[in-house]
């Protein structure tokens, strides 16, 4: 059992970059993961890991070994494990695991999809708050059009609470998007202060994707342009927009009530 006791080890000094830089993430094709849940759900979720590091006072090689027993295993100490885990509730083990393709074509749909399209979310929180959504609403898929973040960065995993791993995820432009949609025969309706209709008179029984924006800027016109309907949700109050995952979480369920669910 190989064993690291320095934050001075090369390897370790490549975790920190892991963690800290999309650059190293990007190069190397993979991220770090922390905790027994998401680790789990990241192997539930066909995501291959390659090492895991334990800490044995919290996490025993025996647990470490029921977890991901085709991994790699090395034992670390305290000052390691303190300074590679972001949480103190993460049962002392950490995982080097490999990113996948977030490709448009990697998306396998039902007859009758169910998707969520975010444009260009830059907040790791917003972002997990929305993967959290769709995993509670079993999605077909998250689309993200014009990412502004590394959906591997550890605060977006953390937000998440491991539902980056539960959901198909994409990651491709508006114009790639909206090509996608169409090609699909997949109506998308697009959330909007302009030109919009309420969102509850719409009919999403049919292959539907529900797109946001930014609470600050929303959605780009190519969106609004392009979609089936433009819909809104109606304010009683004096602000005119909502959190985005909020957002989202009311048409999301709008849809799963008109299908029945």
């Known amino acids: 059992m190989k064993q690291i006791t320095s934050i001075q080890n090369p ?20 991220f770090l993961i922390e905790g027994v849940r998401e680790i789990s759900l990241a192997i539930k979720g066909h995501y291959k890991i390659q090492t895991l590091l334990f800490y044995p006072e919290i996490c025993s090689e025996t647990e470490a070994k029921k977890l991901a027993p085709h991994a790699d295993f090395i ?9 590679l885990s972001y949480r103190e509730t993460t049962e002392g083990v950490l995982a080097v695991a490999q990113s996948k393709s977030l490709q448009l074509s990697d998306l396998k749909l039902s007859e009758n999809p169910l998707i969520l399209v975010a444009e260009a979310p ?7 708050a929305l993967l959290r959504t769709a995993d509670a609403a079993n999605l077909d898929a ?10 591997y960065n550890p605060n977006i995993v953390r937000s998440s609470v491991g539902c980056l791993f539960t959901n198909q995820i994409a ?10 949609l169409k090609e699909k025969n997949i109506n998308f309706y697009c959330a909007t202060l302009q030109n919009s ?4 008179t719409q009919n ?19 969106w609004r342009d392009a979609a089936t309907q433009n819909i809104i949700i109606p304010m009683q109050g004096e602000i005119d927009s909502m959190n985005v995952s ?13 299908r029945g669910f």
């Open 11 to 30: 390897f370790i000094k490549s975790l920190v970059l892991l963690q800290e830089k999309a650059k190293n993430r990007k190069q190397t094709g993979t």
């Open 75 to 83: 034992e670390i100490n305290k000052e390691v494990y303190q300074k």
């Open 122 to 128: 830059e907040k790791p929180g917003n972002i997990g």
């Open 142 to 151: 998250v689309i993200i059009a014009n990412p502004k973040s590394d959906l």
């Open 171 to 180: 990651t491709a432009s508006t114009s790639e998007i909206i090509a996608f």
């Open 197 to 200: 209709t309420s969102y509850h």
């Open 204 to 222: 999403f029984t049919e292959p539907t994707a529900l797109v946001v924006g930014t609470e600050a800027t929303g959605l780009t016109q190519e």
């Open 246 to 258: 909020v957002a989202a979480a009311i048409l999301i369920f709008e849809a799963k009530r008109q």
